[in-house]
């Protein structure tokens, strides 16, 4: 088993997120703004964007309203962004983080920021340099815990400096 995550592992940290200069130059109707950001994510999130999944993102306020039935390159950023966040925190303080980092830096910058992030990080993950899995003797249970444990941490403090932030 240790051989077939190793695999998976190698191939996983190979996946990258698109840059801003990636998207298509041109307006998109709501079924190609699904089909590209399912394509862009499939290798990332287990649940396929729906079209009522995006009007409820803007709804919310979470993503710019469509000009004419058309979405821009900004929603295209924001659907990723939202897609891959909205797994571990409410859509509430998704909304907030994409505001404040927006209020610093244009949408362009913060998002190539986001997607050079992750993909630098994810590149960077193998079994040998993560300090998590130093200890790793094959038990997968015991990996799992330790990834799951750093997800709940790290979850609760960029929460709070999120709420920091609009103080």
Same mark, same amino acid.
């Given at each position: 088993?240790?051989?077939?995550?190793?695999?998976?592992? #190698?191939?996983?940290?190979?996946?990258? &997120?698109?840059?801003?200069? %990636?998207?298509?130059? /041109?307006?998109?109707?709501?079924?190609?703004? $699904?089909n590209?950001?399912?394509?862009?994510?499939?290798? /990332?999130? %287990? #649940?396929?964007? #729906? !079209?009522?999944m995006?009007?409820?993102? *803007?709804?919310?306020?979470?993503?710019?309203r469509?000009?004419?039935?058309?979405?821009t390159? #900004?929603? *295209?950023?924001?659907? *990723? $962004?939202?897609s891959?966040?909205?797994?571990? =925190?409410?859509?509430e303080?998704?909304?907030?983080?994409i @505001?404040?980092?927006?209020?610093s830096?244009?949408?362009?910058d913060? =998002?190539d =920021?986001?997607?050079? &992030? /992750?993909?630098?990080t &994810?590149?960077n993950?193998?079994?040998?340099?993560?300090?998590? *899995?130093?200890s790793f003797?094959g038990?997968?249970?015991? &990996?799992? %815990?330790?990834? !799951?444990v750093?997800?709940?941490? =790290?979850?609760?403090?960029s %929460? @709070?400096?999120?709420?920091?932030q609009?103080?």
């Amino acid at each position: 088993m240790h051989d077939d995550f190793e695999k998976w592992l #190698t191939a996983f940290s190979n996946k990258k &997120l698109p840059q801003w200069n %990636e998207f298509p130059d /041109f307006d998109l109707y709501m079924d190609q703004l $699904v089909n590209l950001g399912n394509r862009y994510l499939e290798d /990332f999130i %287990e #649940t396929k964007i #729906t !079209a009522s999944m995006i009007n409820s993102y *803007v709804k919310k306020g979470l993503m710019e309203r469509p000009n004419k039935k058309k979405y821009t390159i #900004t929603n *295209v950023a924001e659907l *990723v $962004v939202i897609s891959l966040f909205k797994s571990i =925190y409410p859509l509430e303080i998704i909304r907030s983080g994409i @505001k404040q980092s927006i209020k610093s830096s244009s949408i362009a910058d913060s =998002y190539d =920021y986001f997607a050079s &992030l /992750f993909n630098q990080t &994810l590149s960077n993950f193998d079994l040998n340099s993560l300090s998590q *899995v130093d200890s790793f003797d094959g038990n997968i249970i015991r &990996l799992t %815990e330790k990834f !799951a444990v750093h997800a709940i941490i =790290y979850k609760m403090i960029s %929460e @709070k400096l999120i709420d920091l932030q609009k103080k």
